[in-house]
């Protein structure tokens, strides 16, 4: 059973940064791709970033392009997404998902997260 859990996410004013992490258990998390995710109000979950196994690639949504990166440590089980410059259209819960397409796919078997909820005011 794979268990995921988010930390990190916080209220914070625009031009902010903030760290998120994830930390991975129940998967031999050094064999598989993981990725960042995030809900906003209203709309459905989408990708936001993806790693491979290696950490080797990384694959981004357009819009946090520049602005976020995604890293991981195979040694702690633990992914990672460093987000700066955050504006009110990031305002979001973020998951993050196990298994998957680094490049912009879903979690092949829904293992998500419970979500750490990211808040950018203006």
Not at 52 to 61: P, Q, V
Request: with cysteine.
């Amino acid at each position: 059973q794979v268990q995921l859990v988010e930390s990190g996410g916080g209220l914070v004013q625009v031009g902010s940064s903030l760290r998120l992490s994830c930390a991975a258990s129940g998967v031999t998390f050094s064999n598989i791709a993981m990725g960042w995710f995030r809900e906003a109000p209203g709309k459905d979950r989408e990708f936001v970033a993806g790693i491979s196994w290696s950490g080797g690639s990384t694959h981004y949504e357009n819009s946090v392009k520049g602005r976020f990166t995604i890293s991981r440590d195979n040694s702690k089980n633990m992914l990672y997404l460093q987000m700066d410059s955050l504006t009110p259209e990031d305002t979001a819960v973020y998951y993050c998902g196990a298994d998957l397409r680094y490049d912009g796919g879903f979690p092949f078997h829904n293992d998500w997260g419970q979500g750490t909820q990211v808040t950018v005011s203006s």
